[in-house]
């Protein structure tokens, strides 16, 4: 069996394999592009390589060089993390025929699940309820496309068949605009996939995500983790994920249906490894499957903090062909957890993404908190990847803990040199809706904004009033010293002295 | 004044404000705060005098203040000609402006008129995917006018405000720069 | 009831204790010493009140100061964390006597244990076994001591009256080095605790420390949550405190006869609040009461981590007067957890204490790692205190996983500026005896050093050879530049605005 | 070379070193690497051709190294005339010396003979507790010639010689500063 892992991903899902790999005392091998030379992932593996410039096509998507780069450094395995070439058959596929191992599922897994409309097929003989949508090969024109509106109703969604992750996605009122969104969704789906197809889905309103962790061994034990509520989304992007979910609560009896669903769902492709079922969950508790995730998952920490599963380590044993090390029984959801993405991100300026050195980072830490993070005080943001910098985990006893827990890590946490979407979360956590777990996947975009959560909230505008004079006080009179010296000093050359020093 | 309750420790017991003190007009949210700065430890706002104890923490523009016992900490930097103050996960803009300077300025006639025009910038580096809008167009609020792909996203960038599309200076297929300037509406 | 709480601490302990009240929603209120200005528990707490200069018996010691800014403040308790005030029986009764609640045991319970002498004497009338020494009032004559000295035989111990933490402290082989070693510890001890009263107590050979974690309530509810292991110690300073002890291992009845006698401990003093019993374990599984600490403990966190009880807040809800949230039956310890306590000193020179600005912290984070600390990247290491600068804690689901996962954090620890002991904790890792298991109180000091621990490993001089060569010859460049340009340069102003900008 | 596998993709395979490399002879433990570096990429040790990558990372005296493919992360800081190398977490003292100079020195005579004083020095701040020896008294290596309060411990100070104090300079109550000389031992 192989005792060298090759991690074909970067940021914090990189370092996570890697911290895996080295308790399990495996030797590890990182790739990396040309801005990711000092990235963690690189610092902390044993071997590193070099794959390419900057833009993923031309690195992280090569798996060609990645392939190459497992051959070379003799190890045994690669482990796609999520996204890059994650969901990928054809890569999967290329690792075996090469003899390495891919930890993840079976190609034709991948590649059942991959193609959205072929997924939805396989799940429905199965007796998985889908949502309606366009059912075909996934390759229909933009004609058909406009054909089958009509009939599935608006408002609907137009999503990215090779796509994941909110991109290549559009949301459709009506026919009009159709057209024009059927262009941008194929043409972000290119860029992003190198596939512009797409299908389309209806819009089930109030609707809630919630998804289910799925772990599969290749000897047909298939098992779930239960449930992440994963509803609070903006732009189709997860923001806060956290498990239980507060729907679903105490209701256990449907927790076990949609459980024993979403393992079906998985057997339906004769799953291994680890994997995600999604489902879409309307007021009335129906649920529908919505895609699967054949990879690990961003947010599978919170799932980890209340099982103490450590699911990227089972997934490496599963490929090692293990048995699976719990059955359904030893499954227990202990605590609650919850998760925000802390993205490189301006909060007050329509969530635009920021680049920059990080100058200073005070990390939270202490009881309950848990960090999974790619970057370090001097790192560079740079703009050729998501904007994804770190995920902040924490868990309590209970939901109202973890609350809790969550603010004081949130007011804790200090990122400099980049801008961050943390005051975004800290007045999610204060909203009454967010608390009383009384949200849907359109809560974030449409019913709460950072200026109306801040109504209410102690003002401290004269404490702000109060730093901001000094800072420039400061800064005045600093000036103001300068040009005295300037007069006074004759010698040019002790001012450099002086500059040295200062700098030491 | 909230979440600052005055002691007796403050400056109201007996002692005399020097002469030289340097007075600021300080703007957040059209709410103006007068600002007198007594010496190291002792400000007056809007005529409350306080005990402040303020430094820079590990060399970053972290700032903690402890202002009759409270303690805050914030990250406070310049931006264009405003103080930018995050403070408990909360982002104030703050217009600082010397009392004396302010009163002048005023007494000649106020704030210079704002221009019309608007120059859309790269808010970051990227490169421009499309530009949907061409020389001479209307635009309306909410129009898209470029969209730039940065960190695998489409981001667009539209007009703050209606006129007519002016000198476009980039191209589909662009690498642009932080703050670069696009093309202008009239 | 009280909802704000004034910290009588500083350093992580301060930290720790902050992070609770505000997870529970209560104020907190700081005070800090000359050089604490900015110190984490400063930056983090509501209110920060300035106590006196830095050394600690003008500031932290300061108990008159430290109840006068409660009262300022509003502050209705007093945690006092470990150390300083913790076990000063006149300052809890001085809260008291000031209508302030004491997070803490009753004043009369401190000064039975405080007084290890009178500890010995109760206990053991409540059929505690104790450890053969000198049990009379304490305040024992050299003379008297020597006198005793033979009938406890030797090697023996001198040990601080009012202390703890190893000082004061010293070991004594023979009648002889005895008066010289008498004089040294009564003077350690009178300059840590204000008293240099000291009595003597046998040396048990080839002894554990295990210790058992008391929680009591105002209600007559006494439980223990297990033992922790605290042999691994140098100069009597705990270095690395793990649970379940090794020794212990799956003995459940002798955890449950040691924890019975534990809670005994505590009831023969009416105690409340958080506290620790202390062992001595023989190699036949005899145990000694050693001491009792009337407080939190610095390696409380790895009981935290196995039995899920957040210590910290459980004494703030029993100060209150609330019942104990559990029963004996409630606790169960999953998993293992393994401390290191990381100090500024310099373990390839004799542990000495190191002092200086921290450049730069990269935190070990992800799955299943605790960091509790007080210091950040700028933040100055003083010699006025202690040098514990940061606690790292590990959880597995079993000991090898801890002690794999504690491999991974340590290498990814990163703290510069001052030296730290984090290579000796990386050694010891490695040991094969604390992999076993195999170890006493004497083994760090007997049995251990840096320089045998490296024998056997792989060794990296080559590299280290490349690495330093490159730094040199990169200096060596860079000199050689600084000169040319020197001679370019005819304009010294352009230099300043070089500097200017190198340092922008 | 243990830790390192030489792959094909070093220098080996064809490229000329140009003339003007330097030579280092780097000594770890007297063992003696011999150092030549060809360009900011490649490097001869002990005669064999290595391919490196070698920056320091965020501004720290921290450096990542990777050789032939092989990741290492060391703090290499220089202290007195050696260079402390912190390697997974294991220290390494090493002396770089240019080749052509060593040379010179050894033909010169070698090594100056080590002077038979030592100075005692504060290993930190701290304050002297007591000084149990006196101007002219013996001592053998290991007895305590100060004690030094810091971070609430004493420490004593031993002498790393026998031979005769000399020069006590300070007192017991003195505060000292890191490196103040304390006393001599001759």
Known sequence: ?504 | MKGIRVTGNGLADGKECKGSTMKYITTIDNHEFLVEIIDEHHIIMDGIPYEVDFESVGNQPVFSLIINGFSYEAYVAPENNEWQVLLHGRLYSAIVEDEREKRLKAAAGGRAIERGEFHLKAPMPGMVIAIPVEDGQNVQIGDVLVILESMKMQNELKAPKAGVVNRIKVNVGDSVEQNQTLLSVL
């Not at chain 1, 061994?217 to 239980?244: F, M, Y």
């Not at chain 1, 608390?435 to 102690?458: H, Y």
């Open chain 1, 1 to 504: 069996m192989f005792n060298k892992v090759l991690v074909a991903n970067r940021g914090e899902i990189a370092v996570r394999i890697i911290r895996a790999c080295r308790e399990l005392g495996l030797q590890t091998v990182a790739v990396y592009s040309d801005v990711d030379r000092q990235a963690l992932h690189v610092r902390y593996a044993d071997e590193a390589y070099h794959i390419g410039p900057s833009p993923s096509r031309d690195s992280y998507l090569r798996g060609d060089k990645i392939i190459e780069c497992a051959k070379k450094s003799g190890a045994g395995a690669i482990h796609p993390g999520y996204g890059f070439l994650a969901e990928r058959a054809d890569f999967a596929q290329a690792c075996l025929d090469e003899g390495i191992v891919f930890i993840g599922p079976k190609p034709s897994s991948i590649a059942a699940m991959g193609d959205k409309a072929v997924a939805r097929a396989t799940v429905s003989r199965a007796g998985v309820p889908v949502v309606p949508g366009t059912e075909g090969e996934g390759a229909l024109s933009d004609e058909e496309l406009l054909a089958s509106a009509a009939s599935i109703g608006f408002p609907l969604l137009i999503k990215a068949t090779a796509g994941g992750g909110g991109k290549g996605m559009r949301e459709v009122h009506n026919l009009e605009e159709m057209p024009f969104l059927l262009k941008a969704a194929r043409r972000e789906a290119e860029a992003a996939f190198g596939d512009g197809n797409v299908y389309l889905e209806k819009m089930v309103d109030g609707a809630r995500h919630i998804e289910f962790q799925i772990l599969a061994d290749a000897h047909g034990n298939v098992i779930h983790l239960g449930e992440r509520e994963c509803s609070l989304q903006r732009r189709h992007q997860k923001l806060l994920e956290e498990t239980p979910s507060p729907f679903v609560a105490d209701d256990q009896e449907l927790r076990q249906k949609m459980g024993d669903v979403a393992v079906k769902a998985a057997q339906a492709v004769g799953y291994v490894n680890a994997g995600t079922i999604e489902f879409l969950v309307d007021k009335d508790k129906n649920f529908y499957f919505l895609e699967m995730n054949t990879r690990l998952q961003v947010e599978h920490p919170v799932t980890e903090m209340v099982t103490g599963v450590d699911i990227v380590k089972e997934q490496i044993r599963i490929a090692r062909g293990r048995q699976l090390r719990y059955s359904q029984e030893d499954i227990n959801q202990k605590g609650w957890a919850i998760e925000c993405r802390i993205n490189a991100e301006d909060p007050y300026n329509h969530f635009m993404p920021s680049t920059g050195i990080i100058s200073h980072i005070l990390t939270p830490t202490g009881p309950g908190v848990r960090v999974d993070t790619g970057v370090y005080s001097g790192f560079e943001v740079t703009p050729f990847y998501d904007s994804l910098i770190s995920k902040l985990i924490v868990w309590g006893e209970t939901r109202a803990e973890a609350i809790l827990r969550m603010r004081r890590a949130l007011e804790e946490y200090r990122i400099l040199g980049v801008r961050t979407n943390i005051p975004f979360h800290q007045r999610l956590m204060d909203s009454h809706r967010f608390m009383a777990g009384q949200f849907d996947t359109k809560f974030i975009e449409e019913r709460f904004s950072l200026e109306t959560a801040e109504e209410g909230l102690p003002d401290r505008a004269p404490i702000a009033a109060v730093m901001s004079t000094l800072v420039a006080h400061r800064q005045t009179q600093l000036s103001a010293q300068f040009i005295q010296r300037n007069e006074r000093d004759t010698s040019n050359w002790k001012w450099i002295s002086r500059w040295e020093r200062m700098q030491r």
